[in-house]
């Protein structure tokens, strides 16, 4: 990705996401989002992935956006939109 596509993705992700503050209460995370509604009071999210090794960089991620880890689940799986 050059530097005007991420700076394209990152506005528009903070502009869409930003709709999610003080409304979502559980999110699940299937991309790199957290730090777009990681401080929101009472949020829970739940990361998956289908690579087990995932987690440690899932939950490193998490907190560093500053989400507390009580309020991050991880699951391996895998997932299908339909």
């Known amino acids: 990705m050059n530097s005007a596509t991420k700076s394209y993705e990152a506005e528009y992700k ?13 999110i699940l995370e299937v991309g790199p989002n957290l730090s777009y509604y990681a401080n929101d009071s009472d949020v829970h999210v739940v990361g998956m992935d289908p690579n087990p090794k995932m987690e440690k960089y899932a939950r490193s991620a998490a907190r560093l956006a500053g989400l507390l880890l009580s309020d991050f689940e991880f699951f391996q799986a895998v997932y299908t939109i339909l």
């Open 14 to 26: 903070s502009q869409v996401l930003s709709n999610l503050k003080g409304k979502a209460l559980k």
